[in-house]
Structures are given as structure tokens and as C-alpha cells.
């Protein structure tokens, strides 16, 4: 039995978001024109969807990573020879610094604030019934948060 479109499109925006593939290249792969992946493409805005997946904490914790690596290896002879500049030095902490605040995640403030401008909106927007649903959902949210942030303090 042939694919779905529905099956070719969800394979298409997979390949399109977690892959560096062409239009060209995933029309090939899924069997469609490539105008075909370009409208799927435009209509569910897949490159913001791309872009997003590129900037996610883990990513730029990893570029951080390797700047602080391309920076010790910078100043790897001269610190051996002459001591580490500060310069280099407070480099070198901001960016160990940064990386520890990313790994931590977002604080706690921001995921709150974030609920009650969603909570507000879901009010104004939809009846009772899933107002208060959503709201019900909310604290268990919240739990799982605070035990994910613990477990990150204790590493």
C-alpha cells in the first residue's frame, strides 16, 4: 500500500527540520514534486520550525562549548609560558558561567509567567469547563518543573 499524503508530509517536514536535506533532496526521498514540499513548506512555516530546533539550549550550549574549547586551545602555549592573561582568563569564566546558567534551564519565574498569560488568554478564549481543566493541569506542570530544576542544582 502507498503512502498517505498525510504519511508524506509528516515524513517531508522530519527530514526538512532535522535534516540539512534540500526541498530538492527530500522530494526525491518522500516522492513528491518539489514544488509540492515548497507549499507544504511555506503553508506550515517549516523554516521557523528549522531555525527554532537550531537554537535550542542544547545547541547553543554545545557552541558554547566549543568556543570555550577554541579559546583554551588559543591560549593553551602562551598560558604555559607566561600565565594565563586575565583577559583570557575572564573569558574563559563568562563562558563557564554561561553554560552552567543554560544547563539549569529557564528559571521557574518565567515558565510561572508564562502559565498565567496562557491561563489569562485560555479564560477570555474558552469555556469553563476547559478553563478549569487547563488550570487543574497547571500545578502538576509546575511540580515537574521544580523536580527537573532539583535534579539539575545536584548534579
Known sequence: MGRTKTDAQ???FELYVHTEKTQKEIAVLVGVAEKTIGTWSAAGQ???VRLA???TTHAIVAQLEDILKNQ???TADKAAKEGLAKADADIITQL???IDQMRQGVPIRYIVQVLEE???YIRSNCDKRITEEVIGQQTGFL???KDRLN???KR
Do not use: G, H, P, Y
Open 151 to 153: 535534579n539539575v542544582s
Open 72 to 74: 583554551l586551545a588559543k
Open 46 to 48: 517549516w523554516e521557523s
Open 143 to 145: 511540580a515537574r518543573i
Open 53 to 55: 530546533k537550531r537554537t
Open 118 to 120: 496562557f491561563t489569562d
Open 10 to 12: 509528516a515524513t517531508a
Open 96 to 98: 563557564t558561567n554561561s
